[in-house]
């Protein structure tokens, strides 16, 4: 029998077939290959414009309250700003404080503690060069805490008018290690700018919040030697090898030789990392360092990329060298005087994981001591309290006026990695003036919800 197809040769009739295949194929739905579900995706993201003239964008997302206890012009904004220098906030977003968070198969699962319960959460990538930020020259990424302040300012009033309800709502502007320059920079900048502007030109920033902070390097650098000896993991010919280091970080640090004096804290961390052999100094428990790889593997995906809005020209670092680059100079430069200036005008929390050995504990309370506040004295009196969230010990609270310390057990220099539920507890408990964090102060917090 002859066949009804017009006479092909085979070569024709493979092509035809490939276009029959090709038709139906292109006709039936895209199939979605995202690993970011839609009830994953932010609010709202994109980018806000820092520089008319150069076009340069600072990158965000920003994620509604879950479950808001106030109207939601009431409702507070949490802006977090990742450290580095040059980090990208969207470790915050995905690895941290999220309301999803990439687990190890590269797909995302519900954070247990997302920090948007009953905030709202913005994440910055800051300063421009970071992330999926996009700096139009290297020479225009900022190098002096000013200019990245000035940035934000800009980004952050933009963000602000994309809604008519966020204009009234409080700010709080947290963040972790790097940020402790950041955040300072930020609200000092901010509350300056903000007096010579008319109300409804400023921005509502009720509070900053820093996790395993450097602040002040100079005093900072000075601790590691110690630290490390009293926790048993350098012997005492190793702690004078570390004190020789850090007086050396001290001394160029005090001839304001600024990119020597970096180099000079990269040492002392180094020869820690050496001499200790752990696998990381974020985390003197972890076998294995943190997972930030995952992030960029996540952040990767075309469609996750397209789902977030972010520009087809970004490319993602976790950390971007350049901007580390830039800022090489700024690391040693202290900005103790701004959280002065912030915990007369404002109020401070300074938190931290316990077993973080780069920007731990020890090293922010020997700052902390130094601080030139009228009521310094009174709060290094104040008692420590054992804050407890659902009838376990979660760690240490101190309080005086505007100024609250926090030790966060169980936890590294990621603090909402490692203790998600915790750490929504702390920052929902300070930013709320709740327990420990009442003017009375003496109230465990008993139950997660509000
Ligand atoms: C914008 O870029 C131009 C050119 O680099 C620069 O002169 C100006 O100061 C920048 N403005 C801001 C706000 O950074
Ligand atoms: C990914 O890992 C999580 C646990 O970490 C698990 O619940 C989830 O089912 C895994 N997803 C896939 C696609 O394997
Ligand atoms: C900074 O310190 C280095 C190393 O001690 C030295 O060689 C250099 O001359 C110093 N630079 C300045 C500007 O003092
Ligand atoms: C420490 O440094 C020495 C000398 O460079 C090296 O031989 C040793 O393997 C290092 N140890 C660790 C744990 O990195």
Redesign the pocket.
């Known amino acids: 029998m002859e066949s009804t197809l017009p006479k092909l040769h085979h070569h024709s009739l493979v092509k035809l077939t490939l276009l029959i295949f090709t038709v139906l194929h292109y006709q039936l739905p895209p199939v979605t290959t995202s690993p970011l579900p839609k009830e994953a995706l932010p609010t709202r993201s994109g980018y806000l414009k820092v520089n008319s003239s150069t076009g340069s964008s600072i990158f965000y997302t920003y994620y509604e309250a879950q479950k808001p206890i106030f109207p939601l012009s009431q409702t507070p904004i949490l802006i977090w700003l990742q450290g580095g220098p040059g980090c990208s906030s969207m470790l915050g977003n995905f690895y941290e404080l999220g309301p999803w968070r990439v687990s190890s198969n590269v797909t995302v699962e519900p954070n247990p503690g997302p920090w948007n319960r009953v905030f709202g959460v913005l994440f910055i990538d800051n300063p421009i060069g970071v992330g999926f930020s996009i700096a139009s020259s290297v020479e225009e990424i900022p190098r002096n805490q000013h200019d990245i302040a000035k940035h934000l300012f800009i980004a952050i009033k933009k963000f602000i008018s994309l809604d008519g309800s966020y204009k009234t709502r409080p700010v709080y502007v947290t963040g972790e290690s790097y940020a402790g320059k950041y955040v300072p920079g930020f609200g000092y900048y901010a509350l300056k700018r903000n007096a010579r502007l008319p109300v409804d030109s400023r921005i509502n920033l009720q509070g900053v919040a820093i996790g395993n902070g450097l602040t002040d390097p100079i005093t900072q650098v000075g601790t590691h030697a110690l630290n490390a000896y009293y926790s048993g993991l350098v012997n005492d010919k190793q702690r004078k090898v570390l004190e020789d280091l850090q007086k050396e970080a001290i001394g160029?640090t005090q001839?304001a030789?600024w990119?020597?004096a970096t180099n000079a804290r990269n040492k002392v961390l180094n020869k820690l990392q050496n001499m200790t052999g752990l696998a990381t100094l974020y985390d003197f428990r972890r076998l294995i360092p943190y997972q930030d790889d995952l992030v960029a593997e996540f952040l990767k995906n075309a469609e996750v990329r397209k789902q977030l809005g972010v520009k087809d020209n970004a490319v993602f670092q976790v950390c971007s060298d350049v901007v580390g680059t830039a800022l090489h100079e700024d690391v040693m430069k202290s900005v103790k005087y701004m959280v002065e200036y912030l915990v007369k005008n404002t109020k401070v929390l300074l938190y931290q994981g316990h077993c973080d050995l780069r920007d731990g504990v020890v090293s922010t309370e020997a700052w902390v001591k130094k601080m030139k506040w009228e009521r310094i004295g009174e709060f290094l009196e104040a008692e420590r309290k054992v804050w407890k969230v659902n009838n376990e010990l979660a760690g240490y609270v101190q309080k005086l006026g505007s100024l609250s310390h926090v030790i966060v057990l169980g936890a590294g220099h990621l603090v909402p990695t490692d203790q998600a539920v915790n750490s929504q507890a702390m920052i929902e408990d300070w930013v709320l003036e709740k327990g420990l964090f009442s003017n009375d102060g003496q109230k465990d917090r008993m139950v997660i919800d509000l």
């Open positions: 160029l001839r030789n990119s020597e």
